[in-house]
């Protein structure tokens, strides 16, 4: 069979299986990495945003250099910043250069600029106003203290809080918070323990002295197996909170968990602190809202059902933002994972035959949110991604009636993220908000 009639026919297979569907237009996006010099052997990752109350945009990343190739390897935390109708990108600020440990920088703007804190120490970096070059202010942690892993930051009023896990022995850590002023950083305070095998970023959520914080408990226990009475190694997931009237300084966490049925891997809160929306990307995404001090029924959100020969539905990624009184969420999920469709690889649509090595390469949001679990089955997301792409990352903000979107990844790939048509980029797109 010619090769053109046999990917028509493959295509006709995953067609009546649910994949080779149709791909609708992608909304245009603007490329804030263009003319950086990357090259497809680089890496970006950990993307955030801010927003002032002027509307200006603030986004860091962290770019990594050989991150999969042989050479001298490099990185470097990178921000620009917006403003303007329509929105005009200055040029890019080099915050840091050649920082060892400047994985997950975090940005948020405060009264007295904008704050970019990254790494095991929580280095601190501000910017006073608009083309201020970045001051160094040193880390947070004492040497001689604890390491941060996973991290949160937000600005309190007068200072900033800080959410930061303490990873342990055995997979047991443990939940701090601890706040900075102009006068320096205070001594952390305890706000919890949990165990913890991922990446899952805790947050906070709230206003002024009333916050709240979210972190994933994705434990390891071990069980009898009812099959054959022997014991077991087994995963425990749920969803945990804690609150505090003050600032920080004391932690409530009589809390009920959300369970969950798989390992969390990311979560996205909104809404007020008495009564946030979460989302939480656990194979799934999945929505549930605090009644009291506990949880209602979490509710599947992207109900869709692979096809026979189409894989996966894991969600690695998850943002939620409010917009014109609407909760919007945007995720990353797997359910058009594809590989490498080159002419001497005509199965490059079966995840099966070529085995690509990502399984979160698209990006969706939903901006009509459904109420119940029959609504979310006919739920259709818009798609913000292109085949053979892979989004690592992803951040939004709300600004005049648009939200804004944005995704560090890639525009192309092959079999995996070192096989790359195009250099990692990180991109904006504006979509309007109803």
């Given amino acids: 069979m010619p090769l053109k009639g046999f990917r028509a026919c493959a295509c006709v297979i995953v067609l009546l299986a649910g994949g080779c569907a149709a791909q609708p237009a992608v909304p245009a996006a603007v490329s804030l990495t263009r003319g950086s010099g990357l090259a497809p052997r680089d890496d970006i990752d950990n993307l955030d945003v801010a927003i002032d109350a002027a509307g200006d945009v603030h986004v860091v990343w962290r770019e990594r250099s050989n991150a999969h190739a042989d050479g001298p390897k490099r990185e470097r935390i990178v921000y620009r910043r917006g403003s303007g109708t329509p929105l005009r990108w200055a040029p890019a600020i080099v915050v840091a250069q050649g920082a060892r440990g400047s994985q997950r920088p975090r940005i948020v703007v405060a009264g007295d600029g904008v704050h970019i804190v990254s790494g095991p120490r929580l280095h601190h970096w501000s910017l006073a106003g608009a083309g201020a070059p970045p001051r160094d202010l040193g880390d947070m942690l004492a040497v001689d203290g604890p390491q941060a892993g996973t991290f949160d930051l937000v600005d309190s009023g007068n200072g900033l809080l800080v959410l930061f896990a303490v990873p342990g022995q055995g997979g047991h850590a443990a939940l701090e918070a601890m706040r900075w002023t102009a006068a320096g950083p205070q001594a952390p305070v305890p706000v919890a323990t949990f165990q913890d095998s991922s990446s899952a970023r805790p947050q906070l959520l709230g206003q002024g002295d009333r916050w709240i914080a979210l972190w994933a408990n994705n434990a390891l226990v071990e069980f009898r197996d009812p099959r054959d009475h022997m014991m077991a190694i087994g995963l425990q997931a749920d969803l945990r909170m804690a609150s505090t009237p003050d600032g920080g300084a004391t ?184």
């Avoid at 996205?268 to 009291?292: I, K, N, Q, R």
């Avoid at 029959?374 to 792409?389: E, F, G, K, N, V």
């Avoid at 995996?416 to 797109?429: G, K, L, R």
């Fill in 251 to 434: 932690w409530d966490t009589r809390y009920a968990p959300l369970k969950s049925a798989s390992e969390i891997a990311a979560i996205s809160a909104t809404g007020a602190a008495g009564s946030p929306t979460v989302f939480v990307a656990s194979g799934g995404l999945y929505e549930g809202h605090l009644d009291g001090r506990a949880w209602t029924a979490p509710m599947w959100i992207p109900a869709h059902e692979p096809g026979f020969f189409v894989d996966g539905r894991e969600t690695s990624a998850v943002a939620t933002v409010q917009c014109d009184g609407r909760t919007l969420v945007a995720w990353v999920d797997a359910r058009n994972r594809h590989s490498d469709r080159r002419p001497w690889n005509p199965l490059g649509g079966f995840p099966w035959g070529d085995d690509p090595e990502w399984d979160d390469n698209d990006l969706f949001l939903a901006r009509d949110l459904p109420q119940s679990a029959s609504a979310a089955a006919a739920l259709s997301p818009l798609r913000l991604t292109a085949d053979l792409s892979m989004t690592t990352g992803i951040a939004m903000v709300a600004r005049d009636g648009q939200l804004l979107v944005f995704r560090s990844g890639r525009a192309r790939v092959h079999k995996a993220p070192d096989d790359a048509d195009a250099p990692p980029e990180v991109t904006q797109s504006s979509i309007r908000c109803r």
